[in-house]
Every structure is written in C-alpha cells, then in structure tokens.
C-alpha cells in the first residue's frame, strides 16, 4: 500500500503542510523535522508525484534549447554542460535546430508552449526576424538566453566566448612564426561570430602593422565542405598567402582536406589555424593548432543563468558573460617557407 502524506504526516508527528514544505523546500525546515520526515519517507520508499508538484508550482521542471545545425559536432561539449547543470536542478534539457522548428513558418512560441518548458536556451544568432519579435513576448522575453551565439540588436542576456581575443592569440602565433601574409577563412556572412572573429583579426594584425589580403574567399558556412571548396578558390590565387586563420574548425578541416587533394602540404605549404578545438582537431593530420572555447563551461555558465531567471531573480537584458578562451598549438603550423 502506497503511503500518503497524511499518513508520512501521522507517523513522523509533523503537520501535513509541514511535510509538503520539506519535500519541495527543505531549506526552509529545521534540521531535526527534515530529519524526521525524510527517515519516514526512506522506510516506506515514498517517491513525490512530479506531475502533481509541476502543477501546482506551475512548472514543468524542462527547457528548451535550440541550435541552428543538430548535425555540428560542435554543440556536443556545450549540450553537456547544460545538461549537467539541469540535470543536478531535477530539470530536463529539450533539444531542436531551429531549422525544424521554424520549418514552414511555424511559430517558435509555439513550440516553447507546447512543449511545456519552462524557458529557452537558444544557440542561434541568425534567427529570422519573426522570430525574434516573438522572443520578446512578455511572457518569453525574461525566459530566455543566448549562448555561443547572440542577437546583433542585443535584448537578452547571453554567455559567449572572446571571440576577439581568440584571434588575437591566432595572429600573434603567426606573426611570431614569421609569417606576414595571413588571409582569414570566413564563415557565413552577417553571422555573428564570423563578424567578430575577423574583427578579431584584422584588429590583431593592424597591431603588428600588417592587413588582411583584398581577396576574401569562403563566406558560406562553418561546415568541412564549405571548407574543402574554400581551398579551390585558395589554390587559383595569384599569391597565396602563408598563412590562413579559419573561422571555425570544421571549416580548417575541410580546408586542409581541399589543399591535400590539390597538392599542397599543410603546414609546410600553408600553415593553419582554426577555432574550437572540437574533438577531432587533435586527431586530424596534421594535428590542428586552434583557439580552445571551454563548451562545456559555457553550457554550464548558460543553464545557470536560465534556472535564475527561472527561478525569479532579475538578469538585465544586456547581461553578457564573456568566457576567456585559449591557443592550442599542434603540428598544423610552422615557420613560412619550411621545405
């Protein structure tokens, strides 16, 4: 027979509002009572209804988080970082791209409500406009935050790496290679983080008196293939550059993929420099010298955010958490002109 919580009430000698408030808040209760009431619950394996609790705090104890691409082997480390985070709080992590879930013109308010979460976690930058005046819904607006990625306009709170300063440890590495001539892979146009990161480099490199190649080559997306057809575009150059710093990493992979298949060595030819440091960058050949974001301290950083202001607790809008990021230095770049 299941017990009840008049009955934990009836033997643990406490009120049964006394045994509600400790099995949902047992900060509030005394030390002795929590220990009374839970030695009881223990004996008799009493387990909380969480659809019943959910109903009353009006909770339902899940967020959502969405991604542009759910194929990118990049959101993995910041997934487990949410996740870890949510999951110590009893809250469950959604997962969607937004590519889905906007797909025939679908309202993304909709699917925060019948999905039932309690708030979102939204990795995607490049939202549509319509979508992002539906963030800004009353109901929403105070609901969500960005990571990684973050709106142009501003207006929710976000946590982001330093992107900036990312390619300023690139470019330092470089010109302290000896190299002079260094062109930037760019990832999708207008995307945030590729505004950012060329900022990064131009800035980096007008501080050691040199400038980026007119020619700008890429500008499609962050992905292996974008890459490997940015190397044909590289090989017809007239004077290519000694040195190429990539938007991402995925894109420096299939870049490096594109010059092997044209005859051109990676770094004796061209050296290479991504950003990430996802998984694989260590175990390509050659291994592949990148800027390090910590993923899963950004997920982890962005779920705590969210269950504040789940919770209640004021976050202004304009809140940005800049996490600081690191130069990974393998065997993807050397000195120019090495045979």
Request: glycine letters at 10%.
């Given at each position: 027979m299941s017990l009840s919580i008049k009955d934990i009430a009836r033997l643990s000698g406490v009120s049964t509002a006394t045994v509600s408030r400790t099995l949902s808040h047992p900060e509030r209760v005394s030390e002795t009572t929590r220990e009374a009431v839970m030695a009881v619950v223990d004996q008799h394996g009493y387990r909380v209804n969480s659809m019943a609790r959910n109903l009353r705090r009006q909770r339902a104890d899940s967020v959502l988080a969405i991604v542009p691409d759910l194929g990118n082997p990049f959101f993995s480390a910041?997934?487990?970082?949410?996740?870890?985070?949510?999951?110590?709080?009893?809250?469950?992590?959604?997962?969607?791209?937004?590519?889905?879930?906007?797909?025939?013109?679908?309202?993304?308010?909709?699917?925060?409500?019948?999905a039932r979460v309690d708030g979102l976690v939204c990795l995607d930058g490049g939202l549509p406009q319509a979508a992002r005046a539906e963030l800004k819904a009353p109901d929403i607006a105070s609901r969500v935050v960005f990571a990684c990625e973050?709106?142009?306009?501003?207006?929710?709170?976000?946590?982001?790496?330093?992107?900036?300063?990312?390619?300023?440890?690139?470019?330092?590495?470089?010109?302290?290679?000896?190299?002079?001539?260094?062109?930037?892979?760019?990832?999708?146009?207008?995307?945030?983080?590729?505004?950012?990161?060329?900022?990064?480099?131009?800035d980096a490199m007008a501080a050691h008196g040199l400038a980026l190649p007119a020619v700008q080559f890429g500008r499609n997306d962050f992905s292996l293939e974008a890459g490997r057809a940015a190397?044909?575009?590289?090989?017809?150059?007239?004077?290519?550059?000694?040195?190429?710093?990539?938007?991402?990493?995925?894109?420096?992979?299939?870049?490096?993929?594109?010059?092997?298949?044209?005859?051109?060595?990676?770094?004796?030819?061209?050296?290479?420099?991504?950003?990430?440091?996802?998984?694989?960058?260590?175990f390509v050949i050659p291994p592949l010298t990148t800027i390090r974001q910590d993923r899963m301290r950004l997920g982890a950083q962005a779920a705590g955010l969210l269950l504040r202001q789940i919770a209640g607790a004021a976050c202004p809008a304009d809140k940005v958490i800049t996490l600081p990021v690191s130069l990974q230095i393998r065997g993807s770049t050397c000195p120019p002109g090495r045979d």
């Open positions: 910041i997934f487990a970082g949410l996740q870890e985070t949510f999951s110590a709080q009893g809250t469950d992590l959604l997962v969607t791209d937004s590519r889905s879930a906007l797909r025939g013109g679908q309202s993304l308010l909709s699917h925060l409500r019948e973050w709106l142009v306009e501003g207006g929710f709170p976000s946590v982001r790496s330093d992107n900036r300063a990312g390619m300023r440890l690139a470019v330092d590495h470089l010109v302290e290679l000896g190299h002079r001539d260094i062109a930037y892979l760019a990832g999708p146009e207008g995307n945030v983080l590729d505004t950012e990161r060329r900022a990064g480099v131009v190397a044909e575009d590289f090989i017809s150059l007239p004077a290519r550059p000694t040195a190429v710093i990539c938007a991402s990493d995925q894109l420096a992979v299939g870049f490096a993929s594109g010059l092997h298949a044209r005859g051109l060595r990676v770094p004796d030819d061209v050296s290479l420099v991504g950003f990430d440091d996802i998984q694989t960058a260590e």
